[in-house]
T-cell receptor, first 113, second 114 residues
Framework: SQQGEEDPQALSIQEGENATMNCSYK?????LQWYRQNSGRGLVHLIL?????REKHSGRLRVTLDTSKKSSSLLITASRAADTASYFC?????????????FGSGTQLTVLP | GAGVSQTPSNKVTEKGKYVELRCDPI?????LYWYRQSLGQGPEFLIY????????DSGLPNDRFFAVRPEGSVSTLKIQRTERGDSAVYLC????????????FGQGTRLTVV
């Protein structure tokens, strides 16, 4: 089952604009991660935010986490055509031996040149 | 190697056949994960290894699926009596230690059952 659900499913913007993607989840988490995937193959880790953090930055990426609302957002500023990809949030629970990283269904971002 | 390596990159097999998919994790990574991804969906968890043992196999869909990691490094995902519904990209990832940090993914094996 997939816990995280991204919103929107698809997003199309012009180069230079900001892109915001949202993720909602259902259970308590240890951390939440965002990944990027090109062409349906390997995923690349972008950023990890722990449950006791509220905001984190990495280059043009900004992630927020609201554990009371069980939601996160990923902001990509000054987007580029090369940012075109699918973006997934993934939640991590640490419970006993369980170490599942549970992915949502993703947001397909298209940045138009 | 520098990254997670998966072989083969593509596999076409006939319904009912047995297949093995291989994953070579990053050297020193004790945690290894298998995921399955269908078109337009996010990766679906299958199994997690810590060292040689399967610490969480709750995602394996049925007993046709089995995975091993005998020496705590390379892992093999085995699928018996393949069905057309098994067609997907199978992704392997590895990470350091038991506490979950970032996972490094391979490029996946695209399995097509005809």
């Amino acid at each position: 089952s997939q816990q995280g659900e991204e919103d929107p499913q698809a997003l199309s913007i012009q180069e230079g604009e900001n892109a915001t993607m949202n993720c909602s989840y259902k259970t308590s988490i240890n951390n939440l991660q965002w990944y990027r995937q090109n062409s349906g193959r390997g995923l690349v880790h972008l950023i990890l935010i722990r449950s006791n953090e509220r905001e984190k930055h990495s280059g043009r990426l900004r992630v927020t986490l609201d554990t009371s609302k069980k939601s996160s957002s990923l902001l990509i500023t000054a987007s580029r055509a090369a940012d075109t990809a699918s973006y997934f949030c993934a939640t991590c629970r640490l419970s006993g031996s369980a170490r599942q990283l549970t992915f949502g269904s993703g947001t397909q971002l298209t940045v138009l040149p | 190697g520098a990254g997670v390596s998966q072989t083969p990159s593509n596999k076409v097999t006939e319904k009912g056949k047995y297949v093995e998919l291989r994953c070579d994790p990053i050297s020193g990574h004790t945690a290894l994960y298998w995921y399955r991804q269908s078109l337009g969906q996010g990766p679906e968890f299958l199994i997690y290894f810590q060292g040689t043992g399967a610490a969480d196999d709750s995602g394996l869909p049925n007993d046709r699926f089995f995975a091993v990691r005998p020496e705590g490094s390379v892992s093999t995902l085995k699928i018996q009596r393949t069905e057309r519904g098994d067609s997907a990209v199978y992704l392997c990832a590895s990470s350091l230690g038991q506490g979950y940090t970032e996972a490094f993914f391979g490029q996946g094996t695209r399995l097509t059952v005809v």
